[in-house]
């Protein structure tokens, strides 16, 4: 993943939002050098209704990263996405969706990797760029507490601690490639608590969840009558969580994300920081997913 990559041909895909419950069609559209991930609102009529996956256009982060432009154009759980485009080098797309959230699909990043490699990568001349780490930068939430270390690869080492029987104290830690990220880490699904569902709903949320697009905790019990894909298949989601989170920094960020019980909120706030502080950070040039080349420009 040396140089900038969009699609070979276009991808389409359609189904149900996690949380909206609304039925939305994704168009995956191979798109010019430089131009970034950018979303689409085909269904909006509005003076601007494409939405950058940028970290400066995150709006939300409950139970899910929603982005919103300046003209009120907004796309919900966009992470499981931009997790598969992150783990597969994926820079430049444009993806159209007539209404407002990225369909669920099973919950995870596999089904956007199968439509990705399907349609093909395709690689320019041009090489990638990443955010290479420089100094640790670390921020806290209560409990939750995530750092950025230096490393020339991209890397994610997530903990989480769950009182329930069926989760428990979970560990993962993985480095970014195509190949370990498709195997070990896109398949893993979403999941929730039935006893929350109805608060959920009230709350306007998981209105198109299901044991189709989740995992379901029961009373201590994996509910779902396939059981799970990985004996720690919660802990794989919330790094998937992760990756798809730190990509909204518009770059692979070259360095080590160590998160304890992280969420959507806590990634934002550690990508924030990192970003804030010009110190911690520089721009440097990707080669088999190294840093090879150190610049100091930075926007």
Known sequence: MSHRTTLESAAVCAGI???????????????????????ERTDLDLSDRRVPARREYVRS????????????????????LMAALAGLGVDDLLLELD??????MDGSSAP?????????LKT???????????KPVAVEDGARRAMFLPSVKPAIDVEIDFEDDAIG????????SREVFAELVAPARTFGFRRDLNALLKAGLARGGSMENAVVLDEGKVANPEGLRFADEFVRHKALDALGDLYLAGAPILGLYRAVRPGHGLNAKAVS????????????TIQNDVAVEERLVRS
């Open 99 to 104: 209404g407002p959230e990225v369909p669920a």
């Open 17 to 39: 939002g996690l949380h909206s419950g609304a039925r939305v069609r994704m168009v995956m559209k191979p798109a010019p050098v430089g131009s970034g991930i950018v979303f």
């Open 124 to 134: 320019s001349p041009a090489p990638r760029r990443g955010i290479q780490v420089l």
């Open 169 to 176: 104290r979970q560990h993962f830690a993985f480095e970014v």
């Open 112 to 120: 956007f990797v199968e439509l990705i490699l399907h349609a093909g």
């Open 273 to 284: 920081a990192l970003l804030s502080d010009t110190s911690a950070w520089r721009w440097t």
């Open 61 to 80: 982060t409950d139970l899910g990263t929603t982005l919103v432009n300046e003209a009120g154009a907004s796309v919900a759980t966009v992470e499981h």
